[in-house]
């Protein structure tokens, strides 16, 4: 199967540290989109991020980055300056354009300490 | 703007009883709509999906159905439920490539 894998179960930081969520995926499509959402303890899923795969820009929102790696198959996520509001269960997923299924990774969830 | 609302918000059934759960979507047209269950240890598995009214494709055989019987209205629904059917279900909407999800709605089935 053609999956999304986030090795870290759990991660645990003091607030204002660095913290990076790893995401590799697999795929035979040569086009497809890379995602990351956010599901906070409300449960709700908070869309975060899309890349295309022809585009290995990375990208800076504020406080979050993305490193796209085509080469290693990687996507991961960076949260510079952790806040406690930081805290969540964080979701990588890859959609294939040939069918258009979403493909969630099993998720990492970030603790931010006080 | 585009928003997605889903309910109910937290439901507790017994086994063996009917369910209905029902998702709607504001300020788009002809989405594509999609439910999800997420169980106890966060996994999220696509049940269904669908292109269009009437249109419903099945990812899972299971206890539950899917109906779309208005372009922004999905329904999802089972006869009698399971204790397996508990968890956190979400619908979602898409315009091409990203999916927006709802609130979700928590069952517990007894």
């Known amino acids: 199967a053609q999956k999304v894998t986030q090795a870290q179960t759990e991660i645990s930081v003091v607030e204002k540290e660095d913290v990076t969520l790893d995401c590799v995926y697999e795929?035979?499509?040569?086009?497809?989109?890379l995602f990351w959402y956010k599901q906070p303890p409300s449960g709700e899923l908070v869309f975060l991020i899309r890349r295309n795969s022809f585009d290995e820009q990375n990208e800076i929102s504020g406080r979050y980055s993305w490193n796209f790696q085509k080469s290693t198959s990687s996507f991961n996520f960076t949260i510079t300056a952790s806040q406690v509001v930081d805290s969540a269960v964080y979701f990588c997923a890859r959609l294939s354009s040939n069918t258009g299924k979403l493909i969630f990774g099993q998720g990492t969830t970030l603790q931010v300490k006080p | 703007s585009q928003t997605i609302h889903q309910w109910p918000a937290t439901l507790v059934q017994p086994v063996g009883s009917p369910l209905s759960l029902e998702c709607t979507v504001e300020g788009t047209s002809n989405p594509n709509l999609y439910w999800y269950r997420q169980a106890a240890g966060r996994g999220l598995q696509l049940l269904f999906y669908?292109?269009?009214?009437?249109?419903i494709s099945s990812e899972v055989p299971q206890n539950l159905s899917a109906s779309r019987p208005q372009d922004r209205q999905f329904i999802l629904s089972s006869k009698k439920l399971l204790l397996s059917d508990s968890g956190f279900y979400l619908c979602?909407?898409?315009?091409?490539?990203?999916?927006?999800f709802g609130p979700g709605t928590r069952l517990l089935v007894l």
């Open positions: 795929t035979r499509d040569t086009t497809y989109y």
């Open positions: 979602a909407w898409s315009r091409p490539m990203t999916q927006y």
């Open positions: 669908s292109v269009g009214i009437g249109q």
